[in-house]
């Protein structure tokens, strides 16, 4: 019986027994020694909070479940979804900006790393072994970062030095943060802008300088936020205008079809295996750059102007090359 077995066994034996186990069970049942099974409760109660509890009149151990509920331990394997969303934590941890965070979020990465190692992977095995690509991560100040989170937790209105790449502006903006959206590996703060009297999102590494105010933040409620932020496709909020409609080659179907673009979006496949895909969106930029990555694959369908769109950038494109 390995490590990792046993921690499971002791969880077993604590969770179906009625009244507290005594050490020299544990040892027995365990198969190991006195130290072992005072490392093995040491371990659940540290690495995995179990609200494991020691009763001095019947001389054993249990789980409080009146205080804490019924506690379960993570399984023996994590699945794809679970594995992918904990080394994602840790890899952006690793690779956050020095000084960005860093007094806080160092605990949460020693912790991190011991769950790990409790489940017999290794931090650097698992570096060398898999792998989170974050191809178009942009930097961002950490000063502007920790101000931003700070006001955005504490309910308070920011004042924010703006450049956008659109225009290639600065502009001053008084905000009331809304959420901190991470997308596509860059971190946007979603707030209610009182310049333009309207809900934006705001790349936060374009953020020049920024200072927090003593006004309170508006509030928006969940279901407004996510209408106007969620919507529509991509980063560009706001209520649809429109609604692509996309035919992909039964080529590209194989890949397109098991994608999620938008919660919104419908899909079907074509009895010649194509595949047709319908997006609402609001702002065409976004959804013509990943039209064009799929090149001679995907058609638009509708509506005219975002298919006169494509042909204009196709062109354009053409033309550059002579």
């Keep these: 019986m390995d490590h990792l077995q046993r921690i ?3 969880h077993q034996i604590l969770t179906n027994c009625r009244f507290p186990v005594s050490r020299k069970t544990l040892e027995a049942r365990l198969e190991c020694s006195p130290a072992t099974v005072k490392r093995l409760i040491d371990e659940l109660r540290l690495y995995f ?3 494991l509890e020691y009763n001095r009149e019947h001389n054993g151990y249990f789980y409080d479940t009146q205080r804490e509920g019924i506690f379960e331990l993570p399984g023996l394997w ?6 992918y969303a904990l080394l994602t934590v840790q890899q952006l941890l690793q690779q956050t900006q020095p000084g960005l965070l860093d007094d806080y979020l160092k605990p949460i990465k020693n912790r991190l790393e011991k769950i790990l190692a409790t489940v017999q992977l290794n931090k650097d095995e698992i570096a060398k072994r898999i792998r989170i690509l974050r191809m178009t991560a942009r930097n961002t100040a950490s000063e502007h970062f920790q101000s ?3 006001a955005l937790l504490q309910r308070k209105r920011l004042h ?3 450049h956008g790449r659109s225009d290639d502006q600065t502009s001053q903006r008084e905000v009331s943060p809304q959420r901190l959206t991470h997308y596509r590996d860059n971190w946007y703060l979603d707030a209610y802008c009182h310049k333009r009297n309207a809900l934006r999102s705001f790349a936060v590494d374009r953020i020049r300088a920024c200072h927090p105010l003593d006004q309170v933040a508006l509030e928006f409620d969940e279901v407004e936020l996510d209408a106007h932020f969620a919507s529509s496709y991509g980063i560009f909020a706001g209520q649809p205008q429109a ?3 996309l035919l992909f080659s039964p080529e590209r179907a194989r890949w397109v079809a098991d994608e999620q673009w938008h919660s919104q979006q419908q899909g079907k496949l074509l009895p ?3 595949y047709e895909l319908s997006i609402p969106y609001a702002n065409s930029k976004e959804l013509v750059m990943d039209i064009l990555k799929h090149g001679a694959g995907v058609e638009v369908l509708e509506p005219a102007a975002l298919r006169q769109e494509v042909i204009n950038r196709l062109e354009a ?3 550059k090359y002579g």
């Design 8 to 10: 499971y066994k002791l």
């Design 49 to 51: 909070n179990a609200p």
């Design 78 to 83: 994590f699945n794809a979804n679970e594995l």
């Design 148 to 150: 931003v989170a700070s």
């Design 160 to 162: 924010i030095h703006y």
């Design 243 to 245: 609604t692509a409609v």
């Design 272 to 274: 010649d295996g194509s």
């Design 317 to 319: 494109a053409i033309e």
